[in-house]
């Protein structure tokens, strides 16, 4: 009886932990900067949401800052670009990334552990720096930038409207896709490639028996047995990327407003830190959106294993 | 070897980084036959398989199918479906959509494919699992989805790759029968390849026996059965005796062989020269065993040939019928299988002294 209950107890322990962890370290947290955000500012400080005031306990909701965020064309602009970027990193990332998985999982055996290396080989550098370099290498006279310019390509970015002009790469949307999609991009391949490793090939044999050129066997089972991957992948680029300060302030420039920056100017330009715990509860509940359909369906597939 | 037979193999080799898998084979496959290769793994069966299909390509060699040579036609141009050993169902797919998958890619209209597939369902017995997934399904269900799906676009040519290999003993037993019954019931010609030598022999109409590669005979089960030209052979497929001795006479109609502490006498004549070294094969079956010293056979001119006495040793009791190991003087077992025909007709037990005696006719003489 008391094994049983100790083993329980053990369980419950392990079971737990996270679920405490989450609650102290996450769901806190994010209860204080909710109630900042229906607080009222005063002067330099914000006022308690509950307040004692001649003899009377007083609450006070203040949902203007919300009522802002959804009047004020600013700030609902800036989760449109928010989201338009991340998405866009994230097409990127997969267009890139999904054929490097695909060759890389199909690569010799003895080839794949030095091709997974060099895929994480980037995060041995402070990632702060390998932004920076791209500072760099994109400014004027910069190594890329005067390869693109070479080949023609800045004209045809101008025309595409990604960057300002012919020769100015830098602090444009261009520059901040770059820098994300360079960032994001193992994110990108290493579920790609955990999953597409495990592919049975024998799948790909019995479809090419059937009838299917290489290509139909790719679009018609490779891709579709793949999807928990792409999804995986997806969303490791996508949620990060709606809330990146870094790359926005180094790389993107004034066309590229990003959340992360309008929560930095909140906080520490405007003081108003109210108004920046309103922009970061919606962050956070426009996220979750896509968390949870990736969960759901995470949980989709794990049922249709068992 | 006529030249207009339905399936030719001629002088197919396959190397495989310098190992030999398949070495020089050929064989002629009529329409309508059941064609299976037998082997242990690694005899190269497999390989010669997957060049039919056109996964592997042959080092050398030809294979042509109803007249047309099939050197540089991809898997997906080759008139053949295969059932992978492995099923190779597709898991994103309903049953339906995975015997359809072919019939799409041939571009069919969508109420014709839906009608194959309907007929396929049906002639697998699987029309209420169309909407399921194949993990939904059992082992013996995802095997009749793997057949639907082959069978679903009237390939010419059926490949089977160890069809039954999957499934444990009962089931593989009941779905033999169904299998072949729906083999014959659609008519195609078919390739199958297996290591279990009672599967080849209920499902297939010719057996090649392969070992390293080459085929080692090639007949229809019962003449492979009792009629090896090779101690392999005879040893690969079923129980047998194996008894090496010496052609002592050769007549005509009979030979005697010396193995030194038994002597046969074959009722039928052989090719060889007196004192050849031959092995004498006989079937555990084909042998009786008696607690009394038996009359000697018909056609044995006397008790000195075809019986043997010996200890029992070892017996095991099967239900339908008993194995018994006989051994004699020398140290030699004799393996004897008696059909319990009787009910409690087993009065034979550990230790007993019995008689073993066979039929003139009983024996194949092996010289290689």
């Known amino acids: 009886m008391s094994a049983l209950r100790r083993w329980l107890a053990g369980r419950a322990a392990v079971v737990g932990i996270p679920y405490v962890w989450l609650a102290v370290f996450f769901l806190l947290p994010f209860l204080v900067v909710a109630k900042i955000s229906v607080s009222e500012m005063e002067t330099t400080t914000f006022k308690d949401i509950v307040a004692w ?116 790469l830098m602090n444009t949307p261009f520059s901040l896709v770059l820098g994300m999609t360079y960032t994001y991009l193992p994110f990108m391949i290493l579920p790609l490639y955990s999953n597409l490793a495990k592919m049975d090939l024998r799948l790909l044999e019995a479809a090419s028996d059937l009838g299917a050129t290489a290509w139909t066997a790719f679009w018609k089972i490779t891709v579709p047995l793949s999807r928990a991957g792409i999804v995986a992948g997806a969303m490791l680029v996508f949620i990060p990327c709606v809330g990146e300060y870094v790359i926005p302030e180094l790389l993107g420039g004034p066309q590229t407003q990003m959340i992360g920056r309008t929560l930095w100017d909140e906080f520490f330009s ?23 359909v990736f969960s759901r369906y995470q949980a989709e597939v794990q049922e249709r294993r068992t | 070897m006529s030249a207009e037979a339905f399936l030719q193999i001629r002088n197919v080799v396959k190397d495989f980084d310098g190992n030999r898998a398949v070495d020089n084979v050929s064989i002629d496959i009529a329409k309508g036959e059941v ?102 399904l ?37 779905t033999q029968m169904e299998l072949a019954n729906i083999i014959e019931d659609v008519g195609v010609t078919c390739v199958m390849v297996t290591h279990d030598q009672e599967e080849a022999m209920t499902m297939a109409s010719r057996i090649a026996v392969m070992s390293q590669g080459r085929f080692l005979q090639v007949g229809a089960p019962a003449e492979i059965y009792e009629t090896p030209t090779s101690r392999f052979v005879a040893d690969f497929i079923g129980n047998v005796n194996l008894m090496d001795g010496k052609l002592v006479e050769d007549e005509a109609d009979h030979v005697i062989v010396d193995c030194g502490d038994l002597r046969h ?34 056609g044995v001119p006397d008790a000195g040939f075809n019986r043997v006495q010996g200890t029992v040793k070892d017996m095991a009791y099967f239900g339908s019928f008993t194995v018994y190991h006989l051994q004699l003087a020398s140290g030699r077992i004799v393996k004897i299988s008696q059909g319990n025909t009787e009910r409690q007709s087993a009065t034979l037990t550990w230790g007993d002294s019995a008689w073993a005696s066979w039929s003139p006719l009983s024996q194949v003489v092996l010289t290689q």
């Open chain 1, 53 to 168: 005031k001649d003899g009377a306990i007083a609450f006070s909701l203040n949902f203007g800052n919300y009522l802002l965020l959804v009047q004020d064309s600013l700030y609902f602009s800036t989760f449109v670009s928010s989201l338009k970027y991340a998405a866009v990193t994230t097409l990127l990332c997969l267009t890139i990334g999904y054929p490097f998985a695909y060759f890389m999982a199909r690569a010799r055996a003895t080839l794949q552990p030095a091709l997974l290396m060099l895929v994480m080989l980037p995060f041995w550098t402070s990632f702060l720096l390998r932004v920076y370099a791209w500072k760099a290498l994109l400014t004027e006279h910069g190594l890329v930038a005067e390869a693109i310019e070479a080949l023609g390509l800045d004209r045809a970015l101008a025309a595409l409207g990604l960057v300002p002009g012919a020769g100015q």
């Open chain 1, 270 to 292: 405007n003081n108003d830190w109210p108004m920046a715990c309103a922009v970061a509860v919606t962050m956070v509940l426009l996220v979750i959106v896509p968390v949870a």
């Open chain 2, 35 to 136: 064609f299976a290769l037998l082997g242990s793994s690694g005899c190269g069966k497999t390989t010669l398989l997957r060049m039919l299909a056109g996964f592997e390509t042959p080092t050398s060699g030809t294979i042509t199918l109803e007249g047309r040579d099939l050197a540089g036609l991809p898997p997906y141009a080759r008139p053949m479906n295969m059932m992978f050993q492995s099923y190779a169902l597709f898991p994103h797919l309903t049953v339906a959509d995975n015997i359809a998958f072919g019939l799409k890619r041939d571009g069919l209209p969508a109420a014709e494919i839906a009608a194959r597939v309907e007929a396929m369902l049906k002639l697998v017995q699987l029309g209420a699992y169309a909407k399921r997934k194949p993990h939904q």
């Open chain 2, 138 to 174: 059992s082992g013996g269900q995802q095997q009749r989805v793997a057949l639907a799906r082959s069978l679903a676009k009237k390939p010419h040519l059926l490949l089977l790759d160890e069809p039954l290999g999957a499934l444990d003993k009962k089931l593989r037993e009941e």
């Open chain 2, 265 to 298: 006498w074959v009722g039928h004549g052989i090719t060889g020269t007196l004192g050849m070294a031959v092995t004498v094969a006989v079937r555990p079956e084909k042998i009786r065993i008696a607690a009394e010293p038996p009359e000697p056979e018909a």
